[in-house]
Each structure stands twice: as C-alpha cells, then as structure tokens.
C-alpha cells in the first residue's frame, strides 16, 4: 500500500482532517486527536497507529512482523506502533489497523468532538 492511498483512506473517515503540527510531519486527526502519522523512517514509508490500549496487546504486531512493525517513537508505551507500507503486513491488515486507530481514538473522544456520521 503507497503512502497517498493509506492518506486518503484516513481522510475518508468520518470527521477526518489533516494537519501538519511540526514541519515535515503529516498526521491525520479526529476531532482534536490524532489517529494516524504518516511518515517514513530510513526511508521506509510507514503509518503510526494505535494498536491496543496498551504495549502487551500492541507487542502482537511486533511478534508478527518484526522487520515491519516498530513501537512509535514517545508513543510506544501507550499501544501505539508504525507500521511498515511496503512490507510483509498486506493491505487489508493495514487498513484493518488504521480502522481500529480511528476506532480507539474516536472512543476516547468527548461527545461533543465525534463524528455525527
């Protein structure tokens, strides 16, 4: 899956919106709150996501794709990992993540910041 796809995936979520809070760096938020950072690492194109509300349910994705998989940078404690686009995780896990970020994200949400649709 290209960068531009898992973007436009994001966006087609209810609420979705992008944002650039920090000069290089995309993220695609909900309400106030991120769901997805788009952005590579060593050149690989990846998408952060959360992956369980905590590190232990978030480790499956490294025991699973230890070459792909990688816990998020100041975030990795919190069930957030990045993800690899063009690796071993096909298409429909990845979208299957980003569904499950947007998921959890939207959940935590004040009533008053959710999407209506």
Partial sequence: MRRAEVRAYCLDKPGAWLDRPWEGDEVVKVGSR??????????????????????????????????????????????WNSLRLDGAIDDDELIDAVDGSYDAVVAKLPKRERPTA
Avoid at 43 to 72: I, M, Q, S, T, Y
């Fill in 34 to 79: 991120i769901f997805a950072f788009l952005g590579s690492l060593d050149g690989e194109p990846r998408v952060g996501v959360k992956c369980g509300p905590n590190r232990d349910v978030a480790d499956e994705w490294l025991h699973r794709f230890p070459a792909d998989a990688k816990p998020l940078a100041y975030l990795g404690r919190s069930g």
